[in-house]
């Protein structure tokens, strides 16, 4: 699917036609810089490559000066690879703008979720505790009870839910309404949520 990469700006509400209240999520969307033209005959798959924001040369690598010198670009920040956009119609160094956007369309958002560190499994997976504070358990009620038999199989099984890193993960959430485009700010309105934090980097995939 065609897209563009954004960064959360943060959320807000507007009302919609019947006067209902809708969550919006406000987007800073490009523009983005086209890096490169992924070609079949070249590279086994059509994909064109987008960067986006802006980075210092002295913090990035000398292959990845390389790559921007040869290409005839600015360095950016990010970069990442979107397919189906219409072929033939994009070069190295056109700008990817938030008109790629209409009012209406259904999106896709792909982000990092926020990161909440090592959580137990209540949090994490929504466990009720065990027991009460009766009959001398006073340290046990956000325990995880038992993993397993000690006498067979011996083992923990994969995928047993138990305590761990919570968030910090590739999210993805589909079918987003479009409810504003605001080309002169490059900001992009979504209804709803989507996943990260404020200021984090953002895949939007147009759908249809």
């Known amino acids: 699917m065609p897209g563009i990469l954004g960064k959360k700006l943060g959320m807000t509400s507007i009302f919609d036609e019947k006067g209902k209240v809708v969550p919006c999520t406000v987007i800073e969307a490009g523009p983005c810089t086209v890096l490169q ?6 590279d086994g798959y059509a994909a064109v490559q987008l960067g986006f924001g802006t980075r210092r040369e002295k913090n990035i690598s000398k292959p990845q000066l390389g790559h921007f010198a040869k290409l005839g670009v600015r360095p950016t920040r990010f970069i990442r ?3 189906s956009f219409a072929d033939g119609t994009l070069k ?7 008109e790629l956007f209409a009012v209406g369309d259904k999106v896709t958002v792909i982000g990092t979720s926020k990161g909440k560190g090592f959580q137990g499994v209540m949090r ?4 009720g505790g065990v027991g009460g504070t009766t009959h ?11 993993i397993g038999s000690s006498s067979y199989p011996s083992r923990v099984f994969k995928g047993m839910r138990m305590a761990g890193r919570m968030g ?3 999210v993805t959430y589909k079918n987003l309404k479009v409810v ?14 989507v996943p990260g934090a404020k200021q984090g980097l953002l895949e ?5």
């Open 37 to 42: 033209i992924r070609t079949k005959d070249k």
């Open 81 to 83: 690879e979107f397919k």
């Open 92 to 98: 190295s160094g056109d700008m990817v703008t938030v």
């Open 124 to 127: 994490r997976h929504g466990f």
């Open 136 to 146: 001398g358990q006073s340290d046990r009620l956000r325990a995880p009870g038992s």
């Open 168 to 170: 910090n993960a590739r």
């Open 180 to 193: 504003k485009v605001i080309p002169e700010s490059n900001v992009l309105v979504i209804k709803g949520a």
């Open 204 to 208: 939007i995939l147009k759908q249809g």
